[in-house]
């Protein structure tokens, strides 16, 4: 066996010379800057094309990062797969929608839509919710409810109404004597519905009041209730308290017996908590649901193939096959993954390639640090202490040949539009690779340092205001103390899936899967 190795993603830390607020680029960060300067190193690409998105506009997100990181391959992720589905009509052949469709007809119910209105193309895209209500009409479905969760994450942080207007207008076209369609209920994504890793489950229960019981503050259209929120709290789009559309006193579009109701997203982790409140409604305990419907329920992928969850979706997902932590575990190699909550699935479910179980018990140890519950800008250096305190303990215990952590600060308090805050998170990462640095030095371990994606090199938006979303910036690639003689290839288009072929040159195995990009690593 070659060197072990430790891996650290510096999660949403792109790197560019553009000073859009690039709050990388003003950090204090002599750590990073040693590994991007004294070190091999080059930038790789981690958006567009390169993860198996459907062009190179397309920002890069942490998901389809950390499976391009752990499985060595590149496949149609997200947004192209469902369009994919979309353009060939195979998703209305599938039996989750027509199942949908008859149980809709069969009870006289109505076809439900809940997810993310914008096209963001990270979580979901409105083109998709407008396509699937079209199909809705066609089929002579006669009522469809929207439930809408507004982003400024993805998408500026407070173009919510252009996306409400473009869905209405969409609505007044389709209906007629036969059709009515029409929004029911919305908030935040940051405030209802979409919570992950069962970070805060009142969040979803938020969303269970507006979007199913219906007794969210009460407004007469969408655009009031944001304009309104705007106006009493200055919030962003991402922040707006949930509201439910009413008329003449009583909720427009509950979501009640008989109905069907189909998650919009295609992206996983903020999906599987409203997921198991449909699939599990019988047994389920986090909160008092007051109301449990009788509906039939569908994602538009399935969010977690594990727990098949949900029961029944529209598009399949992608198919991954001999990823990274397969392989080791043939070869009996030790691995240990290390995050804070945020992003524990990431190094977990995302990096072997969307599994929720291990390969290996025995050879696969995780190690999740609970993350606060505050507003990542107020706590912008987050858990990076414990993290790298657990991380050097598993070097230290010589029991492990791979070691991998995640440091979310970058793209967790970027995601805040805080500026400030994302720089001193940016740097809470560089202090802590300083004692990881020095940890692998005297372990003598290899030390791979890269990012996922971009998203704290880019603060600004071209107007000046503040810039929430993703980047589309390639990312930082360094090894430190790597085998003697080890060089970076300078030639060449390399992307995160060609890090798995390097991790495993490092440590001494050439024969991965033929399936694989080339090693980053002459």
């Known amino acids: 066996m070659g060197k072990p190795v430790v891996l650290v993603v510096m999660d949403g830390v792109g790197w560019t010379d553009k000073d859009n607020g690039n709050a990388v680029m003003h950090a204090y960060k002599p750590q990073i800057d040693e590994l991007m300067t004294k070190w091999p190193h080059r930038t ?80 979901s895209n409105i083109s998709h919710l407008i396509a699937l209500i079209r199909e809705c009409k066609k089929e002579g479905l006669k009522e469809v409810a929207c439930h809408v969760l507004l982003d400024g994450r993805d998408v500026p942080e407070t173009s919510a109404l252009q996306y409400v207007d473009q869905l209405e207008n969409v609505m007044k076209e389709l209906n007629d004597d036969t059709f009515n369609s029409y929004i029911a209920s919305g908030g935040g994504r940051m405030v209802i519905t979409m919570d992950r890793y069962e970070a ?35 919030y962003t789009d991402q922040y707006l308290p949930g509201f439910t559309i009413v008329k003449d006193g009583k909720p427009v579009g509950t979501i009640n017996d008989g109905d069907a109701v189909i998650l919009f997203n295609f992206r996983g982790d903020r999906a599987v908590e409203i997921s198991k409140c449909f699939d599990y409604m019988d047994t389920f305990d986090k909160f008092d649901m007051i109301k449990k419907p009788k509906v039939f329920y569908a994602g538009m992928l399935q969010y977690d193939g594990d727990l098949h969850l949900p029961a029944n979706f529209l598009v399949e997902p992608p198919h991954i096959e001999h990823t990274m932590s397969e392989f080791l575990v043939k070869k009996g190699v030790r691995s240990y993954a290390c995050s804070e909550t945020q992003k524990f699935g990431h190094m977990t479910y995302f990096w072997n390639g969307n599994r929720s179980e291990k390969f290996s018990d025995e050879l696969e140890t995780w190690e999740e640090v609970p993350s606060d519950v505050i507003p990542f800008d107020q706590k912008p250096w987050m858990k990076a202490t414990e993290v790298t305190e657990k991380m050097i303990e598993a070097m230290a215990s010589g029991k492990y040949q791979f070691l991998r952590c995640n440091y979310p600060n970058g793209d967790m308090v970027g995601h805040t539009g805080n500026y400030e805050a994302t720089i001193i998170g940016v740097e809470a990462v560089d202090l802590n690779l300083r004692r990881i640095m020095d940890a692998c030095m005297k372990y003598d371990y290899t030390l791979l340092v890269m990012a996922d994606h971009g998203n704290s090199d880019e603060m600004l938006d071209k107007k000046g205001n503040p810039k929430t979303s993703h980047s589309l910036a390639v990312v930082p690639f360094a090894v430190y103390n790597g085998p003697e003689g080890t060089e970076v290839k300078q030639d060449g288009d390399f992307g995160l899936a060609n890090v798995a072929a390097t991790v495993c040159k490092i440590l001494g195995y050439e024969d991965y899967p033929e399936q694989w990009l080339e090693p980053i690593i002459k």
């Not at 149609?76 to 199942?99: D, P």
């Open 200 to 234: 805060d489950w009142s969040m979803v229960e938020k969303g269970w009041h507006a979007h199913v019981i219906g007794d969210a503050r009460p407004f007469a259209s969408a655009t009031e209730a944001i304009e309104t929120y705007r106006k009493e709290g200055g």
């Open 44 to 123: 790789i690409k981690a958006s567009g094309t390169a993860v198996g998105l459907p062009t190179d506009k397309d920002m890069g997100n942490s998901e389809v990062g950390h499976n391009a990181l752990g499985c060595g391959q590149i496949y149609s992720q997200g947004a192209k797969l469902v369009n994919e589905s979309i353009e060939s009509g195979e998703i209305y052949k599938a039996a989750a929608w027509q199942k949908a469709v008859a149980f809709a007809k069969e009870h006289n119910g109505k076809m439900n839509f809940l997810g993310l209105l914008s096209d963001g193309n990270v979580h």
